[in-house]
Protein backbone atom coordinates (compact mmCIF):
# COMPACT_ATOMS: atom_id res chain seq x y z
CA UNK A 1 0.00 0.00 0.00
CA UNK A 2 1.67 3.35 -0.79
CA UNK A 3 1.71 5.92 1.54
CA UNK A 4 0.77 9.83 0.85
CA UNK A 5 2.15 12.44 2.85
CA UNK A 6 -0.43 15.59 2.95
CA UNK A 7 1.23 18.80 4.02
CA UNK A 8 -0.96 21.47 4.68
CA UNK A 9 -1.90 23.72 7.83
CA UNK A 10 -5.49 23.72 6.89
CA UNK A 11 -7.28 21.47 9.32
CA UNK A 12 -10.44 20.56 7.63
CA UNK A 13 -8.46 19.94 3.93
CA UNK A 14 -6.47 17.41 5.40
CA UNK A 15 -9.37 15.86 7.14
CA UNK A 16 -11.33 15.42 3.63
CA UNK A 17 -8.36 14.37 1.96
CA UNK A 18 -7.44 11.54 4.54
CA UNK A 19 -10.92 10.48 4.16
CA UNK A 20 -10.60 10.62 0.26
CA UNK A 21 -7.57 9.25 -0.31
CA UNK A 22 -7.95 6.29 2.16
CA UNK A 23 -11.51 5.14 0.10
CA UNK A 24 -8.83 4.80 -2.59
CA UNK A 25 -6.79 2.56 -0.61
CA UNK A 26 -3.75 5.30 -0.17
CA UNK A 27 -2.19 4.69 3.74
CA UNK A 28 -2.39 8.10 4.27
CA UNK A 29 -0.34 11.00 6.99
CA UNK A 30 -0.19 14.40 7.53
CA UNK A 31 1.42 17.23 8.84
CA UNK A 32 0.13 20.50 10.23
CA UNK A 33 3.50 22.64 9.54
CA UNK A 34 6.57 22.40 6.57
CA UNK A 35 8.74 21.85 9.61
CA UNK A 36 6.91 18.39 10.71
CA UNK A 37 6.31 17.24 7.21
CA UNK A 38 10.49 17.39 6.82
CA UNK A 39 10.92 15.33 9.61
CA UNK A 40 8.62 12.92 8.86
CA UNK A 41 9.94 12.89 5.41
CA UNK A 42 13.90 12.28 7.04
CA UNK A 43 12.19 9.91 9.10
CA UNK A 44 10.56 7.49 7.09
CA UNK A 45 10.01 8.63 3.10
CA UNK A 46 6.40 8.08 2.24
CA UNK A 47 6.00 7.28 -1.85
CA UNK A 48 4.47 10.82 -2.20
CA UNK A 49 4.40 14.66 -0.92
CA UNK A 50 0.98 16.57 -1.64
CA UNK A 51 2.47 19.98 -0.04
CA UNK A 52 0.70 23.28 0.05
CA UNK A 53 2.63 26.60 -1.10
CA UNK A 54 0.97 28.49 1.53
CA UNK A 55 2.22 27.71 5.35
CA UNK A 56 2.79 29.05 8.64
CA UNK A 57 6.50 28.99 9.53
CA UNK A 58 8.42 27.62 6.80
CA UNK A 59 6.57 28.44 3.49
CA UNK A 60 5.60 25.61 0.86
CA UNK A 61 8.30 26.47 -1.32
CA UNK A 62 11.56 26.09 0.82
CA UNK A 63 9.67 23.02 2.60
CA UNK A 64 9.99 21.52 -0.76
CA UNK A 65 13.55 22.37 -1.56
CA UNK A 66 14.17 20.84 1.81
CA UNK A 67 12.64 17.64 0.80
CA UNK A 68 13.89 17.36 -2.57
CA UNK A 69 17.33 17.82 -0.83
CA UNK A 70 16.93 15.10 1.43
CA UNK A 71 15.30 13.14 -1.56
CA UNK A 72 15.19 13.85 -4.90
CA UNK A 73 13.31 11.11 -6.48
CA UNK A 74 10.21 11.59 -3.96
CA UNK A 75 7.17 12.42 -6.19
CA UNK A 76 5.73 16.27 -4.43
CA UNK A 77 2.53 17.72 -5.61
CA UNK A 78 1.90 21.28 -4.88
CA UNK A 79 -1.24 22.18 -4.26
CA UNK A 80 -1.66 25.93 -5.18
CA UNK A 81 -3.69 28.91 -5.12
CA UNK A 82 -3.66 31.98 -6.95
CA UNK A 83 -0.53 34.37 -5.93
CA UNK A 84 1.14 31.51 -5.80
CA UNK A 85 1.52 29.70 -8.92
CA UNK A 86 4.78 31.44 -9.51
CA UNK A 87 6.47 29.63 -7.36
CA UNK A 88 4.93 26.62 -8.08
CA UNK A 89 5.86 26.91 -11.71
CA UNK A 90 9.45 27.32 -9.93
CA UNK A 91 9.15 24.29 -7.71
CA UNK A 92 8.41 22.49 -11.24
CA UNK A 93 11.45 23.95 -12.63
CA UNK A 94 13.72 22.54 -9.69
CA UNK A 95 12.10 18.60 -9.93
CA UNK A 96 8.40 18.92 -8.24
CA UNK A 97 6.44 16.35 -10.09
CA UNK A 98 3.58 18.32 -10.51
CA UNK A 99 1.28 21.50 -9.01
CA UNK A 100 -1.82 21.67 -9.48
CA UNK A 101 -4.48 24.70 -8.96
CA UNK A 102 -6.76 25.01 -5.85
CA UNK A 103 -9.60 24.66 -6.31
CA UNK A 104 -9.31 21.52 -8.11
CA UNK A 105 -11.36 18.74 -8.95
CA UNK A 106 -11.14 15.65 -7.41
CA UNK A 107 -10.64 13.36 -10.13
CA UNK A 108 -7.86 15.52 -11.49
CA UNK A 109 -5.80 15.17 -8.06
CA UNK A 110 -6.27 11.65 -8.27
CA UNK A 111 -4.82 10.93 -11.55
CA UNK A 112 -1.58 13.42 -10.60
CA UNK A 113 -1.76 11.02 -7.59
CA UNK A 114 -1.46 7.58 -9.54
CA UNK A 115 0.81 9.02 -12.06
CA UNK A 116 3.14 10.23 -9.46
CA UNK A 117 3.18 6.80 -7.15
CA UNK A 118 3.90 4.78 -10.32
CA UNK A 119 6.45 7.52 -11.01
CA UNK A 120 8.27 7.23 -8.01
CA UNK A 121 7.81 2.82 -7.64
CA UNK A 122 9.99 3.57 -10.85
CA UNK A 123 12.83 5.45 -9.48
CA UNK A 124 12.93 3.39 -6.31
CA UNK A 125 11.55 0.13 -6.74
CA UNK A 126 15.15 -1.87 -7.47
CA UNK A 127 14.68 -3.71 -10.67
CA UNK A 128 16.68 -7.01 -9.75
CA UNK A 129 18.57 -9.00 -12.63
CA UNK A 130 18.98 -12.68 -12.88
CA UNK A 131 18.03 -13.67 -10.00
CA UNK A 132 16.23 -17.28 -8.78
CA UNK A 133 12.65 -17.10 -9.19
CA UNK A 134 12.25 -17.75 -5.30
CA UNK A 135 13.99 -14.29 -3.59
CA UNK A 136 12.48 -12.24 -6.98
CA UNK A 137 10.89 -9.26 -5.75
CA UNK A 138 8.25 -7.61 -8.53
CA UNK A 139 10.62 -6.00 -10.64
CA UNK A 140 13.17 -8.77 -12.13
CA UNK A 141 14.81 -9.43 -15.40
CA UNK A 142 14.44 -12.92 -15.45
CA UNK A 143 16.22 -15.47 -17.74
CA UNK A 144 19.13 -17.31 -18.18
CA UNK A 145 20.02 -17.83 -21.65
CA UNK A 146 22.23 -16.40 -23.71
CA UNK A 147 20.73 -13.61 -25.29
CA UNK A 148 19.45 -12.41 -21.73
CA UNK A 149 23.06 -12.57 -20.74
CA UNK A 150 24.24 -10.45 -23.08
CA UNK A 151 21.75 -7.88 -22.29
CA UNK A 152 22.50 -7.85 -18.57
CA UNK A 153 26.08 -7.29 -19.82
CA UNK A 154 25.27 -4.70 -22.06
CA UNK A 155 23.26 -3.27 -19.29
CA UNK A 156 26.56 -3.34 -17.15
CA UNK A 157 28.57 -1.81 -19.74
CA UNK A 158 26.20 1.17 -20.86
CA UNK A 159 24.92 2.31 -17.17
CA UNK A 160 26.93 4.19 -15.95
CA UNK A 161 28.46 6.08 -18.81
CA UNK A 162 25.68 8.99 -19.82
CA UNK A 163 25.47 7.54 -23.61
CA UNK A 164 21.92 8.03 -24.96
CA UNK A 165 20.30 4.93 -25.38
CA UNK A 166 18.02 2.97 -27.57
CA UNK A 167 16.30 -0.08 -26.24
CA UNK A 168 14.70 -2.15 -29.47
CA UNK A 169 12.45 -5.65 -29.05
CA UNK A 170 8.78 -6.85 -29.73
CA UNK A 171 5.91 -5.52 -27.56
CA UNK A 172 5.90 -7.43 -24.03
CA UNK A 173 10.10 -8.11 -23.93
CA UNK A 174 10.56 -5.97 -21.14
CA UNK A 175 11.85 -2.75 -23.17
CA UNK A 176 10.34 -0.61 -20.15
CA UNK A 177 12.22 -2.91 -17.24
CA UNK A 178 15.30 -2.53 -19.20
CA UNK A 179 15.09 0.89 -19.26
CA UNK A 180 14.71 1.36 -15.49
CA UNK A 181 17.50 -1.44 -14.71
CA UNK A 182 19.56 1.15 -16.62
CA UNK A 183 18.56 4.32 -14.87
CA UNK A 184 19.22 2.56 -11.50
CA UNK A 185 22.32 1.63 -12.42
CA UNK A 186 23.74 4.38 -13.63
CA UNK A 187 25.06 7.75 -12.04
CA UNK A 188 21.89 9.62 -12.06
CA UNK A 189 20.52 6.67 -10.00
CA UNK A 190 19.18 8.99 -7.24
CA UNK A 191 18.41 12.08 -9.46
CA UNK A 192 14.69 11.67 -11.11
CA UNK A 193 13.44 9.26 -13.62
CA UNK A 194 10.56 10.32 -16.17
CA UNK A 195 8.89 8.06 -18.20
CA UNK A 196 7.30 9.59 -21.30
CA UNK A 197 5.27 7.22 -23.23
CA UNK A 198 5.28 8.81 -26.72
CA UNK A 199 2.19 7.01 -28.18
CA UNK A 200 0.09 8.02 -26.01
CA UNK A 201 0.03 11.76 -25.87
CA UNK A 202 -1.76 13.34 -28.82
CA UNK A 203 0.98 14.93 -30.78
CA UNK A 204 0.44 18.79 -29.99
CA UNK A 205 0.03 17.71 -25.96
CA UNK A 206 3.22 15.74 -26.44
CA UNK A 207 5.82 18.67 -27.32
CA UNK A 208 4.72 21.03 -24.99
CA UNK A 209 4.61 17.94 -22.58
CA UNK A 210 8.44 17.36 -23.09
CA UNK A 211 9.73 21.25 -24.11
CA UNK A 212 6.57 23.60 -21.78
CA UNK A 213 5.80 26.63 -22.60
CA UNK A 214 5.16 30.31 -22.51
CA UNK A 215 1.91 32.15 -21.10
CA UNK A 216 0.18 33.05 -24.19
CA UNK A 217 2.05 30.43 -26.51
CA UNK A 218 -1.69 29.11 -27.92
CA UNK A 219 -4.95 29.85 -26.67
CA UNK A 220 -5.41 28.59 -23.09
CA UNK A 221 -1.67 28.56 -22.31
CA UNK A 222 -2.70 31.17 -18.89
CA UNK A 223 0.55 30.22 -17.33
CA UNK A 224 3.98 29.41 -18.08
CA UNK A 225 4.42 25.69 -18.01
CA UNK A 226 7.76 23.95 -17.36
CA UNK A 227 7.54 20.65 -19.78
CA UNK A 228 9.52 17.12 -18.20
CA UNK A 229 13.13 17.27 -19.61
CA UNK A 230 13.23 20.66 -17.83
CA UNK A 231 11.68 18.97 -14.97
CA UNK A 232 14.14 16.17 -15.36
CA UNK A 233 17.26 18.08 -15.51
CA UNK A 234 20.38 16.23 -14.41
CA UNK A 235 17.73 13.08 -14.21
CA UNK A 236 17.40 10.90 -16.80
CA UNK A 237 13.94 10.62 -19.41
CA UNK A 238 12.86 7.22 -21.02
CA UNK A 239 11.08 8.24 -24.53
CA UNK A 240 9.30 5.11 -24.75
CA UNK A 241 7.63 4.16 -28.30
CA UNK A 242 9.79 6.90 -29.32
CA UNK A 243 9.48 4.80 -33.41
CA UNK A 244 5.71 6.75 -33.30
CA UNK A 245 6.77 10.41 -32.36
CA UNK A 246 5.78 13.05 -35.27
CA UNK A 247 8.28 14.33 -37.52
CA UNK A 248 8.99 17.85 -36.33
CA UNK A 249 9.18 16.36 -32.41
CA UNK A 250 12.34 14.24 -33.32
CA UNK A 251 14.23 17.70 -34.61
CA UNK A 252 13.39 18.75 -31.46
CA UNK A 253 14.49 15.75 -29.33
CA UNK A 254 17.52 15.99 -32.17
CA UNK A 255 18.75 19.09 -31.25
CA UNK A 256 18.58 18.16 -27.60
CA UNK A 257 20.58 15.72 -28.17
CA UNK A 258 23.31 17.69 -29.91
CA UNK A 259 23.29 20.85 -28.14
CA UNK A 260 21.88 20.12 -24.47
CA UNK A 261 19.17 22.81 -24.51
CA UNK A 262 15.96 23.41 -25.33
CA UNK A 263 13.36 25.83 -25.80
CA UNK A 264 9.79 26.21 -24.76
CA UNK A 265 7.06 26.97 -26.98
CA UNK A 266 6.39 30.44 -27.70
CA UNK A 267 9.85 31.51 -25.41
CA UNK A 268 12.87 32.72 -27.20
CA UNK A 269 14.90 31.60 -24.15
CA UNK A 270 18.19 28.43 -24.74
CA UNK A 271 17.38 26.71 -21.46
CA UNK A 272 20.81 24.05 -21.33
CA UNK A 273 19.68 20.87 -19.63
CA UNK A 274 21.59 18.10 -18.59
CA UNK A 275 19.08 14.95 -19.07
CA UNK A 276 20.27 11.19 -20.40
CA UNK A 277 18.00 10.41 -23.32
CA UNK A 278 17.26 6.20 -22.96
CA UNK A 279 14.76 5.37 -26.06
CA UNK A 280 12.37 2.91 -26.67
CA UNK A 281 10.48 1.24 -29.67
CA UNK A 282 8.94 -1.56 -30.61
CA UNK A 283 8.84 -0.35 -34.50
CA UNK A 284 10.38 -1.51 -37.71
CA UNK A 285 12.75 1.82 -37.71
CA UNK A 286 14.58 1.15 -40.92
CA UNK A 287 10.72 0.70 -42.07
CA UNK A 288 9.70 4.30 -40.96
CA UNK A 289 13.35 5.67 -42.45
CA UNK A 290 12.45 4.37 -46.09
CA UNK A 291 8.89 5.69 -45.39
CA UNK A 292 10.13 9.19 -44.08
CA UNK A 293 8.50 9.06 -40.88
CA UNK A 294 11.47 8.53 -39.03
CA UNK A 295 14.06 10.97 -39.59
CA UNK A 296 17.40 9.62 -40.74
CA UNK A 297 19.80 12.12 -38.13
CA UNK A 298 17.83 10.81 -35.55
CA UNK A 299 18.11 7.90 -35.87
CA UNK A 300 21.87 7.31 -36.06
CA UNK A 301 21.82 9.46 -33.60
CA UNK A 302 20.03 6.61 -31.63
CA UNK A 303 21.70 3.63 -32.70
CA UNK A 304 24.94 4.41 -31.59
CA UNK A 305 24.00 2.29 -28.74
CA UNK A 306 21.44 -0.13 -28.82
CA UNK A 307 20.15 -3.13 -26.64
CA UNK A 308 18.06 -5.24 -28.86
CA UNK A 309 15.84 -7.28 -26.47
CA UNK A 310 15.27 -10.82 -28.23
CA UNK A 311 11.55 -12.17 -28.40
CA UNK A 312 10.60 -15.05 -25.87
CA UNK A 313 10.08 -17.97 -29.08
CA UNK A 314 14.34 -17.30 -29.36
CA UNK A 315 14.94 -17.85 -25.77
CA UNK A 316 12.59 -20.56 -24.89
CA UNK A 317 14.94 -21.82 -22.45
CA UNK A 318 13.85 -19.14 -20.18
CA UNK A 319 10.25 -20.21 -20.22
CA UNK A 320 10.64 -22.08 -17.37
CA UNK A 321 12.70 -20.15 -15.20
CA UNK A 322 9.81 -17.41 -15.93
CA UNK A 323 6.94 -19.70 -15.45
CA UNK A 324 8.59 -20.65 -11.91
CA UNK A 325 8.88 -16.84 -11.46
CA UNK A 326 5.59 -15.51 -12.13
CA UNK A 327 4.10 -18.54 -10.35
CA UNK A 328 5.89 -17.85 -6.95
CA UNK A 329 4.85 -14.14 -7.71
CA UNK A 330 1.14 -14.02 -8.32
CA UNK A 331 0.75 -16.94 -5.83
CA UNK A 332 1.91 -14.42 -3.04
CA UNK A 333 0.07 -11.81 -4.30
CA UNK A 334 -3.12 -14.06 -3.78
CA UNK A 335 -1.60 -15.41 -0.50
CA UNK A 336 -1.17 -19.07 -0.92
CA UNK A 337 1.96 -21.29 -2.25
CA UNK A 338 3.26 -21.84 -5.47
CA UNK A 339 1.11 -25.22 -6.69
CA UNK A 340 4.04 -25.44 -8.76
CA UNK A 341 3.76 -26.31 -12.35
CA UNK A 342 3.82 -29.96 -14.48
CA UNK A 343 6.53 -30.94 -17.08
CA UNK A 344 4.15 -31.25 -19.98
CA UNK A 345 2.38 -27.72 -18.86
CA UNK A 346 5.73 -26.45 -19.28
CA UNK A 347 6.07 -28.19 -22.76
CA UNK A 348 3.15 -26.73 -23.94
CA UNK A 349 4.36 -23.10 -23.02
CA UNK A 350 7.61 -23.71 -24.66
CA UNK A 351 5.92 -24.38 -27.57
CA UNK A 352 3.90 -21.74 -28.31
CA UNK A 353 5.09 -18.86 -30.17
CA UNK A 354 3.96 -16.40 -27.53
CA UNK A 355 3.60 -12.67 -29.99
CA UNK A 356 2.90 -10.76 -26.98
CA UNK A 357 6.59 -12.39 -25.27
CA UNK A 358 6.53 -11.77 -21.60
CA UNK A 359 3.95 -9.93 -21.05
CA UNK A 360 1.37 -12.34 -22.86
CA UNK A 361 3.39 -15.14 -20.98
CA UNK A 362 2.18 -13.40 -17.72
CA UNK A 363 -0.96 -13.28 -18.43
CA UNK A 364 -1.53 -16.70 -19.13
CA UNK A 365 -0.03 -18.16 -16.26
CA UNK A 366 -2.00 -15.31 -13.54
CA UNK A 367 -5.24 -16.73 -15.54
CA UNK A 368 -3.96 -20.44 -15.48
CA UNK A 369 -3.58 -19.66 -11.63
CA UNK A 370 -7.37 -19.38 -11.83
CA UNK A 371 -8.29 -22.76 -13.14
CA UNK A 372 -5.86 -25.11 -11.01
CA UNK A 373 -7.61 -24.94 -7.82
CA UNK A 374 -4.08 -25.39 -6.09
CA UNK A 375 -3.16 -28.13 -7.60
CA UNK A 376 0.04 -27.88 -10.34
CA UNK A 377 -0.86 -26.09 -13.45
CA UNK A 378 -1.53 -28.88 -16.06
CA UNK A 379 -1.27 -28.84 -19.73
CA UNK A 380 -4.85 -28.65 -19.65
CA UNK A 381 -4.98 -25.22 -17.41
CA UNK A 382 -2.60 -24.32 -19.92
CA UNK A 383 -4.89 -25.00 -22.92
CA UNK A 384 -7.71 -23.64 -21.57
CA UNK A 385 -5.87 -20.46 -21.35
CA UNK A 386 -4.53 -20.11 -24.74
CA UNK A 387 -7.50 -20.95 -26.29
CA UNK A 388 -9.41 -18.42 -24.31
CA UNK A 389 -7.70 -15.84 -26.02
CA UNK A 390 -9.00 -13.89 -29.36
CA UNK A 391 -7.94 -15.07 -32.38
CA UNK A 392 -6.15 -12.11 -33.84
CA UNK A 393 -4.32 -12.29 -30.90
CA UNK A 394 -2.38 -15.68 -32.38
CA UNK A 395 -2.95 -15.66 -36.11
CA UNK A 396 0.47 -16.09 -36.97
CA UNK A 397 1.99 -13.06 -39.61
CA UNK A 398 2.70 -13.42 -43.12
CA UNK A 399 6.12 -14.33 -42.91
CA UNK A 400 5.12 -17.64 -40.73
CA UNK A 401 3.27 -19.19 -44.19
CA UNK A 402 7.04 -18.76 -46.33
CA UNK A 403 7.45 -22.80 -45.36
CA UNK A 404 4.13 -23.75 -46.14
CA UNK A 405 3.93 -21.88 -49.80
CA UNK A 406 7.84 -23.13 -50.21
CA UNK A 407 6.03 -26.74 -49.53
CA UNK A 408 2.44 -26.08 -51.57
CA UNK A 409 4.84 -25.39 -54.42
CA UNK A 410 7.20 -28.13 -54.45
CA UNK A 411 4.29 -30.51 -54.30
CA UNK A 412 2.68 -28.82 -57.08
CA UNK A 413 5.31 -29.44 -59.47
CA UNK A 414 6.88 -33.03 -57.96
CA UNK A 415 2.67 -34.28 -57.85
CA UNK A 416 0.51 -32.81 -59.74
CA UNK A 417 -3.11 -34.68 -61.24
CA UNK A 418 -6.25 -36.27 -60.10
CA UNK A 419 -5.57 -36.32 -56.24
CA UNK A 420 -2.98 -33.67 -55.68
CA UNK A 421 -5.58 -31.35 -53.71
CA UNK A 422 -6.59 -34.11 -51.28
CA UNK A 423 -3.27 -35.88 -51.38
CA UNK A 424 -2.35 -32.19 -50.12
CA UNK A 425 -5.29 -31.92 -47.21
CA UNK A 426 -4.59 -34.86 -45.68
CA UNK A 427 -0.82 -34.51 -45.59
CA UNK A 428 -1.29 -31.12 -43.88
CA UNK A 429 -4.51 -32.14 -41.83
CA UNK A 430 -1.69 -35.32 -40.30
CA UNK A 431 1.10 -32.81 -39.76
CA UNK A 432 -1.74 -30.79 -37.34
CA UNK A 433 -2.82 -33.69 -35.46
CA UNK A 434 0.49 -34.95 -34.83
CA UNK A 435 1.55 -31.48 -33.83
CA UNK A 436 -1.61 -31.15 -31.44
CA UNK A 437 -0.69 -34.67 -30.15
CA UNK A 438 2.90 -33.63 -29.02
CA UNK A 439 1.96 -30.42 -27.87
CA UNK A 440 -0.39 -32.35 -25.15
CA UNK A 441 1.98 -35.10 -24.86
CA UNK A 442 -0.20 -37.26 -26.52
CA UNK A 443 -3.82 -36.83 -24.71
CA UNK A 444 -6.23 -36.96 -26.80
CA UNK A 445 -8.84 -35.12 -25.16
CA UNK A 446 -6.78 -32.17 -24.86
CA UNK A 447 -5.35 -32.40 -28.43
CA UNK A 448 -9.11 -32.20 -29.36
CA UNK A 449 -9.73 -29.31 -27.75
CA UNK A 450 -6.77 -27.76 -29.10
CA UNK A 451 -7.58 -28.40 -32.64
CA UNK A 452 -11.32 -27.64 -32.11
CA UNK A 453 -12.59 -30.71 -33.49
CA UNK A 454 -14.76 -33.53 -31.21
CA UNK A 455 -13.19 -36.46 -29.76
CA UNK A 456 -14.55 -39.47 -31.83
CA UNK A 457 -13.86 -36.82 -35.21
CA UNK A 458 -10.03 -36.37 -33.61
CA UNK A 459 -9.77 -40.77 -33.50
CA UNK A 460 -11.50 -41.36 -36.85
CA UNK A 461 -8.79 -38.83 -38.66
CA UNK A 462 -5.92 -40.63 -36.12
CA UNK A 463 -7.19 -44.02 -38.33
CA UNK A 464 -8.11 -42.45 -41.46
CA UNK A 465 -4.10 -41.10 -41.64
CA UNK A 466 -2.97 -44.26 -40.38
CA UNK A 467 -0.95 -41.88 -37.70
CA UNK A 468 2.38 -43.35 -35.84
CA UNK A 469 2.71 -41.66 -33.26
CA UNK A 470 6.03 -40.50 -32.02
CA UNK A 471 4.72 -40.13 -27.97
CA UNK A 472 2.41 -42.47 -26.23
CA UNK A 473 -1.10 -41.33 -27.07
CA UNK A 474 -2.92 -41.48 -23.83
CA UNK A 475 -6.55 -41.15 -23.06
CA UNK A 476 -7.63 -38.33 -20.77
N1 LIG B 1 12.92 -10.76 -18.41
C1 LIG B 1 11.82 -10.52 -17.71
N2 LIG B 1 11.63 -11.10 -16.53
C2 LIG B 1 10.52 -10.91 -15.81
N3 LIG B 1 9.51 -10.12 -16.18
C3 LIG B 1 9.63 -9.50 -17.35
C4 LIG B 1 10.77 -9.64 -18.17
N4 LIG B 1 10.61 -8.89 -19.26
C5 LIG B 1 9.41 -8.31 -19.15
N5 LIG B 1 8.81 -8.65 -17.99
C6 LIG B 1 7.46 -8.24 -17.55
O1 LIG B 1 6.62 -8.26 -18.70
C7 LIG B 1 5.80 -7.10 -18.76
C8 LIG B 1 6.10 -6.31 -20.01
O2 LIG B 1 7.39 -5.72 -19.90
P1 LIG B 1 7.69 -4.24 -20.43
O3 LIG B 1 6.55 -3.34 -20.14
O4 LIG B 1 9.03 -3.84 -19.94
O5 LIG B 1 7.73 -4.56 -22.00
P2 LIG B 1 7.92 -3.60 -23.24
O6 LIG B 1 8.98 -4.21 -24.07
O7 LIG B 1 8.13 -2.21 -22.76
O8 LIG B 1 6.54 -3.76 -23.99
P3 LIG B 1 5.73 -2.71 -24.93
O9 LIG B 1 6.50 -2.60 -26.23
O10 LIG B 1 4.43 -3.39 -25.14
O11 LIG B 1 5.66 -1.44 -24.19
C9 LIG B 1 6.07 -6.34 -17.47
O12 LIG B 1 5.11 -6.71 -16.52
C10 LIG B 1 7.44 -6.79 -17.07
O13 LIG B 1 7.62 -6.70 -15.68
MG1 LIG C 1 6.97 -0.50 -22.99
Known sequence: MSTILIIDDDDQLRKSFEKLLAEEGYNV????????????????????????????????????????????????????????????????????????????????????IKEGIRAGRFMRSPVDMDVSPDHALRDAIVGKSKPMQDVYKAIGRVAATDATILIRGESGTGKELVARAIYQHSNRADMPFLVINCVAIPENLLESELFGYEKGAFTGASHRRVGKIEQANRGTILLDEIGDMHFNIQAKILRLL??????????????????????????????????????????????????????????????????????????????????????????????????????ELANTLQKALIFNRGAPISSEDVINTLSEKPAEDKRPGEKDDRTLREWARQNLTILSGEHLFDTCMDRFAAILIVEALNMTAGNRSQAAKLLGLSRPTLHAKIDKYHLKLKTSVTEE
Open 29 to 112: ITASSGEAGLKMVSYDPPDLVILDMRLPGMNGFDTFKAIHQIEPRLPVIIMTAYGTTETAIDATKMGAFDYILKPFEVPDMLLV
Open 258 to 359: QEKSIERLGGRETIPVDVRIIAATNRDLEEALANGRFREDLYYRLKVVTITLPPLRDRIEDIPILADYFLVLFARDGGSKNPGITKEANAILSSYSWPGNIR
